[in-house]
């Protein structure tokens, strides 16, 4: 695999990262206030999309670092 293909899809990947980890920190925002505001119950269940997007975001990871990997192979 050539690092003119790898080098965008790692940067894909890390943009792709930060995405579903700022959705995921909105979220937490809403069930923080939920909770604040007594709503316990409700905090969790505004909470529980976090799950999926830390999901997605640690296999984009996964996936960056093998890509970073292959790079490195490449190159040496």
């Known amino acids: 695999m ?39 119950g409700k905090a969790i269940q505004v909470s529980m999309d976090i799950e999926q997007l830390i999901y997605e975001a640690g296999r984009l990871h996964d996936a960056a670092t093998l890509l970073a990997r292959v790079a490195q192979d490449v190159k040496d």
């Open 2 to 40: 050539k690092t003119e293909i790898i080098e965008p899809a790692i940067k894909a990947c890390l943009s792709e990262i930060h995405l579903k980890l700022k959705a995921a920190e909105q979220i937490a925002r809403a069930a923080q206030a939920c909770a604040e505001a007594g709503g316990l």
